[in-house]
Structure formats: C-alpha cells, structure tokens
C-alpha cells in the first residue's frame, strides 16, 4: 500500500517524450505544464496510493470530475481514454478551488494496445489494486468500455448514459467492482429515492392534491429531464391523481424565462431547475419542493464519491459486485 | 351493522327538550336548527353505522373537526363533551363545502354522569363498537379524558396536545382502540417521516451544505414549531452541519413580513409557513422545500382520515391498539 509513486512518474515521462501536439484547443482550464502531480497534501489520506484513471476527457463532463477528484483529495492517472477522433495528447487538468492539478495524457481508444500498456506500467508502479477508472464518453463507447474493464479486471464508475444498458448489465456480471449510475448527482439520487419510499409508504397520502410542476434547462434539451419523470412518478402516486408529464410540465427554454425563473446568466446554457407544488383541493395547503442545479459540479462530486466508496470497498477485500449511487449514498460520509 | 339511525335520533331529542340555553355566543359555522342529520348522502358508505363524538366543542379545533367529518361523509354523534366552564347547551356544526350539518348538543366535563348516560343511550341505539370520538379539548383534560374513553372502552383519536404524555401511554395500553398523534396533518407528518427516513438511510448526503431556515406563524407563537424542529433535526444530519434552531431560524412573526412570504391576509392570526434552503458549498446547487398551511383544515382532516382508520381496524376484528398518524398513513387511501 505505501509504494512509492516514483515508478508511475517514470511511465508518465517516457509518455511525455513521445506525444504528439494536441490536436484540439485546450479549454481555460487545462495547460500543459509539469508532469509532477502535487500530491504531499494527500499522502495521509487513505487515498494515497489510488489513481483515478478519467476516461473522456477532454469531454466537460470527465473533465468536470477529474477536478473533483482533485478537489477531493484525490490524485489522477497520469493517463486516460479519449475519443478515436482526438489525437494522442497532454493535456493539464486544474482545480480552481484548490490550486491542486495533474498532467494525464489522453490516448486515443483507437490504440488500446498503448492503452493496455499504459495501465500496465500504472498497476506495476502503483499496484494493482490501486487504480478505478472514471467513464464519461459516449453513448457508442459504453458497451465497448465496459467489457475492456471487466477485461481488465478494472473497477470503473460508469457516468456515461446510453448505450445498451441491458448488455452492461450482463457484461458486468458479480465479480467485478463498479458503480453503474444513470445520474451521479448524489443529492439529487438521495431526494428522488425519498420521494419514491415515500410514495411507497404512504400512498395517496396527498390524496386529492393538484399538482404543477414547472422546470427550466438549457435551450438545447428537447425534452423533460428523467429525474423529472421520477419525482413527477412519485408525487402523482401520492396525490392519487395522474399527471401528464408531456402536456402538463411547463418547460422553459427560453433565456428570459429562465433568468425571471431564479438561473444565473452563467448558467444559461448548462442548468436543470425544477420546481414541484403540491396544493390541497382548498388551496389552504401548499407543498413545494425545488432542485436547482447550475453546471456539472454536483455530478462530478457525486462521481468522486462513487471512485471512493469503490475503492473503500476493494480495500475491504469483499468480492467484486455492480453498485448504485443508492449503495453509496447508504455509506454515509466518506473521508 | 345495518341498524336503523332512528333510536338515536329519539336519545337526541330527549336531549333538546332538556337543553338549556346556550351560555356562548355561537360562532358564524354554528347555527341551533334541527336535530336530524343530513344522512341520506352516506347511507351506501363503510361508515353509515359510525357516529363521531367530537369533544372540545365550540373550541376552533374540535369544531373543525368536526367539519372535517361531515365533509368526508361521516355522522356526527348527537353529544358532545365541552369544557367545565361552558354550559350545556346545543350548537349546530355546517361544513360550508357539502351543506351537510349536524345538531351537537355539548355536555359540561363537570356532568360526567350525564356524559356516560348519554353515550349509553347511543351505543343502544347505533351498536357498541359504533361510536368513536375525537379529543381536542385542552392540556390539562388529556390524561382524564383519555381514562375515561378507556374506562368506557371508547376508541377515541386524541387531537390534544400537552398533558403528561408519558402517563397517557401507560393509561392506554395495549386492548385499547386509539390514535394518538401530537400532530394530525397527515401531509406534514409524512413529509417529516420521510426527511427523517432520509437523514437515516443516507447520513450526511448533503454534507457540507448550508442550511436556511424562514418560517412565518401568528404573532401570538413566541417558539418555533415542533414540526419545524423535527425537519431541521434530520435536515442537519444530511448536512452534516450543526444548526442552532433557537439562534439561526428567520422567525417572522409580524403582519408585513408575513404578507411578504406569501402567506392570505385572511391567514394572518393562524398559518404555518416553513421555507428551507440547502445549498451546496460553491452555491451551484440549492434544494428548497416549503410546507405552507393556513388555517386548521390539515389537521381537522387528517384527524377525520385517523377517525375512519381506527373504525376500519375495529370492525376488522383486531384487538385494540395504539396507532400513530404514521399508521394512518401506511393504511393509504381510506374510502
């Protein structure tokens, strides 16, 4: 477990020598810099020997999480996955919050020899149990991605949504570690399995309530949000009346509406609002529930959070076994 | 169980011609009128046999009780206990919404003769385990009322707050038919049950968050509600964050404030309105979650909802028990 990280910065440094130019425009937040992750702030963490491996960068939302696990603590793979239509490049991966930052260099998912070479050289300076892998590609790439884990016998959290989740399922089987999620909003999990034990507990406790729900997102979403449906599926059961999630759900996507409904303007092209009322049939009664999330943080945090209840549980030398955010919200704060 | 009402009817007006003058200026909801029920409407219901005394009339609580009964179908008992300094006398109870109404004749806590006669002569007419009552009378009666409705092996829903609680749960053991809740609104009760549920299953999964608290009541409440309390309590064990009730709640407690949070002027001396804010460290996600109520009618009908509850547990044969709002809510829809 106290291994020396010298080895891995060898592997990273023969990488460096032999990358190419990126070939896209890195966004602000990454700059190619030093290979030396800063990592004497983590070294008395139980997280000292682990390496997050963040596939589908420079994506926003991998890149999203690779922040929080350095704003968590955490230190990042010195390599990852990209798309097979990027070029093989470093890129730096910056967490404003903490100052803390890390170098990985991206490999194309066209040359998974390089790939499977590099996680080699990871595990052998690292150990073998030390390195999960963060998934946030692309719906084509989920299937394919998971079974070259399983492969791998690599323990991975899947944030990627689509693909066929039915295959994942059966391609996951029991044995392997991973915490496979449609939404790692930890939060946002935790409300929406209230709302649900709810409804199951107690139904038609609202019996008779009018419902309206009201949400606001980016211009570029078509349609209502899944989360939506869930809590609209919950609060209708406890209100006993049915509720059309398509006609009755006032969407605003329009930036005036939007802004009049509580968003910041930074967050104009990247939010999900949302706002449920519940009123008795006098109207002297009035429930209401509201999610506002601007940005990726909240999912980013949660997808830390997930690598490291995994790796809690890997180290607790269990079996390998496919987790929810539901199992990881049930183990409460982790360090 | 398919008695006719009619010797019921004879016990009341037995009771009209020996009724003195009302001694309180009868209420706008309350008029002296005749002393039929209007029952034709509930004939084909589980409950046509049921008979609702409701004790602590011409209190506003008790009275919307019984409001609440008659809504939801139920028949009122024709007597009533009212505190020892109001005469007997005879009210009349509408619920404006269906019309129905009823003729109660209220008999003085210092009769209890009289009381115990009364209800002799209803249970000959309506059947024994036909008769159930309702209890919101007054801090100091709990405990006495509550040894005579087991006494008189009455099953009774105790509305009434204060008393000394822990007596009362010796006096009501286990053969007995009762719900004792210190809060009736069933939507409240199971919204706290639920953030309770929350806090345990997942412990400290808003950890980090910082919690807001606004809440609007009549001037006349110096505290912070109970419900309140117990929100906060499971709202700062998801977070994780110790909140000091007394210091960091936003108490309104004047007319312009109170308007300002949105609360009808109508509601201004009796509404509880609760706003809390959890919102996550860098502020990108914030939850909200209002419950907003003016006026009794929650808890009268949650009181009504526990009335049908316990007669459908008595006439399942069960033995006698002690039920909670929680059991009332777990039972779902009640016709």
Not at 145 to 165: H, I, K, S
Not at 174 to 199: T, W
Not at 255 to 279: E, I, P
Request: glycine residues 8%.
């Amino acid at each position: 477990m106290a291994r020396s990280s010298l080895p891995v910065r060898v592997v990273l440094l023969i990488f460096l020598i032999s990358s190419p130019a990126c070939s896209f425009v890195a966004p602000k937040l990454y700059h190619v810099r030093s290979a030396m992750n800063l990592r004497a702030s983590v070294d008395a963490s139980p997280y000292r020997d682990l390496h997050v491996m963040v596939n589908g960068m420079p994506g926003p939302m991998a890149t999203a999480a690779a922040q929080a696990c350095l704003r968590k603590g955490l230190s990042l793979a010195p390599v990852g996955l990209t798309g097979p239509d990027v070029e093989a490049c470093t890129i730096e991966v910056k967490d404003e919050d903490t100052g803390r930052s890390a170098s990985v260099r991206l490999i194309s998912s066209v040359d998974m020899d390089e790939a499977e070479a590099s996680l080699l050289g990871l595990r052998a300076g690292a150990g073998e149990e030390n390195v999960v892998a963060i998934d946030y590609t692309h719906p084509s790439a989920v299937n394919g991605n998971a079974r070259w884990y399983v492969e791998q016998r690599l323990p991975f959290v899947m944030g990627t949504t689509g693909g066929d989740r039915e295959e994942l399922g059966r391609d996951v089987g029991e044995g392997n570690f991973a915490v496979i999620a449609p939404n790692m909003g930890k939060q946002i999990v935790a409300m929406q399995a209230a709302l649900e034990d709810l409804a199951n507990k107690f139904p038609a406790a609202f019996a008779g309530y009018k419902l309206d729900v009201t949400e606001s997102h980016q211009k570029t979403k078509a349609d209502t949000s899944g989360t939506a449906r869930a809590v609209i599926g919950s609060l209708s059961a406890l209100s006993a009346v049915p509720f059309d999630v398509d006609s009755e759900t006032k969407m605003l996507r329009d930036d005036a509406s939007s802004l009049d409904f509580g968003v910041s303007k930074d967050a104009l092209n990247g939010h999900a609002f949302h706002t449920y009322r519940l009123t008795s049939p006098d109207g002297s009664v009035r429930f209401e529930l509201q999610h506002n999330v601007e940005g990726r943080r909240v999912y980013a945090e949660g997808t830390a959070d997930a690598v490291k209840f995994l790796y809690k549980k890997i180290r607790e030398g269990k079996a390998g076994k496919v987790y929810s955010m539901i199992n990881v919200l049930e183990e409460g704060a982790l360090e």
